[in-house]
């Protein structure tokens, strides 16, 4: 038995007004949560939740993962793109050019994601949130297909792509060149032991597929914190 990917989380200095946001677009429901946090709560297929962690560290430079939301016609990209612009977000910049079929937008404190055009081949079968596009290599790729139990959907040209064998988003790693790391990521992976498991047996298993322990300063009282090929953190939750 593998992990679970129990939630994606983002660091935020307003982490209810974001939660709304992302509520507004996605249709999900804000749920209790005992650690300062506000989560949302999947109301399709995703399988995971979305966190919103309380931080007073400002955003310095793009994200290492974004969100692709799909469209089923061209009024229902732009149907997106206006409703997240009256929930607050914003056009973004970053070098698509005019003739991008893709909308960039970013929510209301500068997390990145995207708007597909409709007929986007590789999120087909996908839901709305179609893949959760992140900034890494082939053997981090490689390393959470392992992490999860997820099978590879797309290994090519060291580009990697995983999905649950239940359906829901995609994860996909864009492969060389990588933006540097700058500190602690705002977006990281949550991960929820096996049912009934081990959380130590566990977080041993993903030292052993190529995960390294992060300072014991940095973590949390309900979680394991470790990093993963690239140096990317994520938790392992202890069980509750």
Not at 49 to 72: M, Y
Not at 203 to 230: H, K, M, N, W, Y
Not at 232 to 237: K, S, T
Request: net charge negative.
């Amino acid at each position: 038995m593998t992990s679970q990917l129990f939630a994606i989380s983002f660091d935020a200095s307003r982490p209810l007004r974001v939660a709304r946001f992302w509520s507004g677009i996605l249709g999900w429901e804000l749920a209790d949560d005992p650690h300062d946090a506000v989560t949302l709560l999947p109301s399709d297929d995703t399988g995971f939740r979305i966190r919103f962690l309380p931080t007073r560290e400002p955003k310095i430079g793009p994200n290492l993962g974004h969100f692709d939301l799909t469209s089923t016609s061209p009024a229902d990209q732009q149907q997106t793109v206006a409703r997240a612009l009256e929930l607050g977000g914003r056009h973004l910049d970053i070098g698509q050019g005019p003739e991008a079929d893709h909308v960039v937008l970013a929510d209301p404190e500068g997390n990145e994601f995207c708007v597909i055009e409709p007929g986007n081949n590789f999120l087909a079968d996908c839901g709305f949130i179609g893949a959760l596009s992140c900034d890494g290599s082939q053997q981090v790729g490689y390393f959470w297909s392992e992490a999860l139990g997820w099978p590879l959907v797309w290994d090519q040209d060291q580009e990697t792509a995983i999905r649950s064998p239940l359906g829901g988003p995609k994860i996909t790693w864009g492969g060389p060149p990588l933006a540097p790391k700058t500190g602690r990521n705002r977006l990281r992976f949550e991960l929820a032991p096996p049912r009934h498991g081990d959380q130590q047996a566990e977080v041993d298993r993903l030292l052993s597929l190529g995960a390294t322990r992060i300072d014991a300063a940095q973590g949390e009282a309900d979680r394991v914190v470790l990093a993963d090929p690239d140096g990317n953190e994520f938790g392992v939750l202890t069980p509750r």
